[in-house]
């Protein structure tokens, strides 16, 4: 395919724009077409042939920070590479590009900054977004990843060192779900920073003031909500790493009316769900036969909660019968109706039980099949409570999902050698397989990169106006179907990363069905919705410019 070289930038300013930069690979007509003649090296070098030489430099190196700046920079000069890298060997680069490695990228942010991404909107710019929106090249804009820094993965408050978090997430959209990279806006919102060494850091990137609150907080997003979704009125927006009392709010008072979701929230109560649902295909459970403890009562907890609420009355059970399903452990024991400190989303899982601050205790009167960790606590599955566990549940399901890898609740080992191996476990990070028993467990990673990028295709591909629950209770159960019965034999609730694209695209096509009954489509779609939704699909390879 032939293109239109009018407007295209020449020589040295074309080998500077990533997303049109073929380097090594500019063929000899190109060279000569688009001023490129003694520019590059002479020898012409096919993609795959850069994909190689990136990779043997990239695994010769030390540390797990140094790939991930070595994947950024690879990002800077030439996308086409960098999607394929990332597309091609997905399992080796999302730990990479994501958990857990981003979360050492951000405490280290300021360090490590080598070239801007994204957008950063701050609180200098109230009564100026829109026009600070306006500064951005592209206008075709589908996808958005927002955060403000304040409840980065389990490490706290970054501030505008979270901008790593948005980054992340939308290479994971375009690796996963084809979503085309110029596509993709990942801003931070900084409004300053409670993180006494970050404010005490000359290299600290973002604003060197305490975090503003209140109704000049919530001002500032309204003026961003109402300048960005006038500024790329097609984008979904995603939510993320906004700290619990911010992330309900805003997710409750937008979410009727903008084409908007949290992550944190939503995408993982999504996957977990979904792992819940290939669980049972192991133990031979019922969903409204099990009891589930959550250790952690925050948005990630709370969301799945809710979301598995939906599932049981689906299921045929009332609401009520439905919240006594779960129970829920924070720092101050067992969350029940008699406390008067309870947020909004607690109190709808507060249990008419007496208080209970010991979890052996807890365990012992509810006697959970499952426990689900996000509280951001390591080590909070102790040996005395996986053993309690197995007591409980022929096979227990552990979900350790707290991230980075250093905040999860257990390891794999831990999980299968203090149940006996009887245990079915996930976790949010990556575990290495695990031998016990003369048996060999992988354990499954219940990251949300199988859920969110899936959705968002399914949103682009219909223009849904709204992201209503049910497409993530939708985008759960067609996950949980992906799971093949090797995966299961394996021990493994997810499927593998492999087949990370077809899974988003399955996710995408259900999604979209959702979109389509419930009237919320605007935007044409193929009569071959799965056809369709394939075109759409970004897919890293050249295109001859001459």
């Known amino acids: 395919m032939k293109i239109d070289l009018t407007h295209m930038p020449r020589g040295l300013r074309l080998l500077q724009d990533?997303?049109?930069n073929k380097g090594t690979a500019f063929t000899e007509a190109e060279r000569d077409a688009l001023g490129l003649r003694g520019l590059l090296p002479p020898h012409v070098q096919t993609l795959d042939e850069q994909v190689?030489?990136?990779?043997?430099?990239?695994?010769?190196?030390?540390?797990?920070l140094e790939r991930y700046i070595d994947l950024a920079s690879l990002q800077d000069r030439n996308e086409t590479i960098y999607y394929r890298v990332v597309t091609e060997y997905i399992e080796e680069m999302m730990p990479l590009i994501y958990t857990p490695t981003v979360g050492q990228a951000c405490q280290q942010f300021g360090q490590i900054f080598r070239r801007s991404h994204g957008m950063y909107l701050s609180e200098k710019d109230r009564g100026n977004i829109a026009n600070v929106l306006n500064n951005w090249p592209r206008r075709d804009i589908r996808v958005?990843?927002?955060?403000?820094?304040?409840?980065?993965?389990?490490?706290g408050d970054l501030g505008a060192n979270g901008m790593g978090i948005p980054i992340g997430k939308l290479a994971l959209y375009t690796a996963c779900a084809g979503i085309h990279p110029t596509q993709c806006l990942p801003i931070m919102l900084d409004v300053g920073t409670n993180n006494k060494t970050l404010l005490a850091d000359p290299l600290y990137l973002g604003l060197h003031q305490p975090r503003i609150t209140g109704e000049r907080y919530?001002?500032?997003?309204?003026?961003?909500?109402t300048a960005v979704t006038q500024a790329f009125p097609k984008a979904l927006i995603q939510f993320e790493d906004f700290a619990n009392h911010n992330a309900f709010r805003y997710l409750y008072k937008y979410r009727d009316n903008v084409r908007m979701f949290n992550d944190d929230i939503q995408g993982t109560a999504s996957v977990a769900l979904a792992g819940i649902y290939s669980a049972l295909r192991i133990t031979g459970g019922q969903l409204r036969d099990q009891r589930f403890l959550f250790f952690g009562a925050g948005e990630a907890g709370t969301g799945v909660?809710?979301?598995m609420v939906s599932a049981l009355t689906a299921e045929g059970l009332s609401e009520a019968d439905a919240r006594k399903a779960c129970w829920f452990i924070d720092s101050k024991g067992l969350v029940v109706t008699s406390r008067t400190d309870l947020n909004e989303q607690k109190r709808n899982f507060?249990?008419?039980?007496?208080q209970m601050k010991e979890t052996l205790e807890i365990i012992q009167a509810f006697k959970p099949t499952a426990l689900i960790g996000a509280s951001g606590q390591p080590g909070t599955f102790t040996p005395q409570i996986l053993e309690a566990t197995a007591r409980c549940a022929e096979r227990p399901i552990v979900f350790a999902l707290s991230n980075p890898t250093s905040k999860a609740e257990c390891t794999a080992e831990q999980a299968y050698c203090c149940t006996g191996g009887k245990a079915v476990f996930a976790s949010g990070s990556?575990?290495?397989?695990v031998e016990f028993g003369g048996q060999r467990f992988v354990p499954g990673q219940g990251n949300n990169a199988y859920i969110f990028p899936g959705v968002g295709l399914g949103i682009l591909a219909t223009g849904s106006r709204l992201v209503p629950e049910e497409m993530f209770l939708t985008a759960a159960r067609t996950l949980a179907d992906c799971v093949t019965e090797y995966d299961l034999e394996q021990g493994r609730i997810y499927p593998s990363l492999t087949r990370i694209r077809e899974v988003s695209r399955t996710i995408a096509v259900a999604v979209a069905r959702v979109a389509l009954e419930r009237g919320l489509a605007t935007e044409p779609v193929a009569d071959d919705l799965e056809a369709g939704i394939e075109e759409l699909m970004y897919k890293p390879r050249y295109i001859s410019y001459v």
């Open 18 to 20: 990533p997303s049109l």
């Open 430 to 433: 990556p575990f290495d397989p």
């Open 144 to 155: 958005i990843v927002i955060t403000d820094g304040e409840r980065i993965l389990g490490l």
């Open 218 to 225: 919530d001002a500032l997003v309204e003026e961003f909500i």
């Open 305 to 307: 909660g809710e979301l």
């Open 52 to 64: 190689q030489r990136f990779l043997v430099n990239q695994r010769k190196r030390s540390t797990t």
């Open 350 to 354: 507060a249990q008419d039980q007496p």
